[in-house]
C-alpha cells in the first residue's frame, strides 16, 4: 500500500483501511491468522494497539482533542478489528535488551 494511501486513512479521509489495501483481502486474512499461529507457536505476547484519527484539532476552550477511533475493515466486526489492531511483543527479547542496557549503563 502507498505511503499517501495509508496517510489518508490515518487523517480520516479514508473510511476504512481495507479500502485502499492493495492485496487480495483473503490473502491478507490468511496472512493474520498465520500471524497469529505463529506468535502462539513462539510465545509472543498479543497487545492491542488503538489506532485513532491524526490531526484532530481540539476545540476551542477545551483540555483536550477528541479522539477519533479508526476502522480497519468494511465491516467493522469488532474481532476484525481487534486482530488489526494486535501487535505481538516478544516479551523475553525486551527482557534481554533491558538487562544489558542496565549492565552496559552500569559500566
Known amino acids: ?14 473510511d476504512y483501511l481495507e479500502r485502499v489495501c492493495t492485496v487480495n483481502l483473503r490473502k491478507l ?10 506468535a502462539q507457536k513462539t510465545g509472543l505476547k498479543p497487545s492491542f494497539c488503538y ?4 490531526g484532530v484539532k481540539k476545540k476551542s ?10 476502522r480497519f475493515s468494511k ?8 486482530w488489526y489492531a494486535t ?4 516479551t ?7 538487562t544489558q542496557q542496565h549492565t552496559e549503563n552500569s559500566d
Open 1 to 14: 500500500m502507498p505511503k499517501q494511501k495509508y496517510e489518508d486513512w490515518r487523517f480520516g479521509r479514508v
Open 29 to 38: 486474512s490468511f496472512i493474520m491468522h498465520q500471524m497469529r499461529v505463529y
Open 51 to 54: 489506532y485513532k484519527q491524526w
Open 61 to 70: 476552550g477545551q483540555g483536550h482533542k477528541p479522539v477519533v477511533p479508526l
Open 75 to 82: 465491516s467493522g466486526n469488532p474481532e476484525i478489528e481487534k
Open 87 to 90: 501487535h505481538f511483543v516478544d
Open 92 to 98: 523475553k527479547r525486551i527482557a534481554d535488551l533491558k
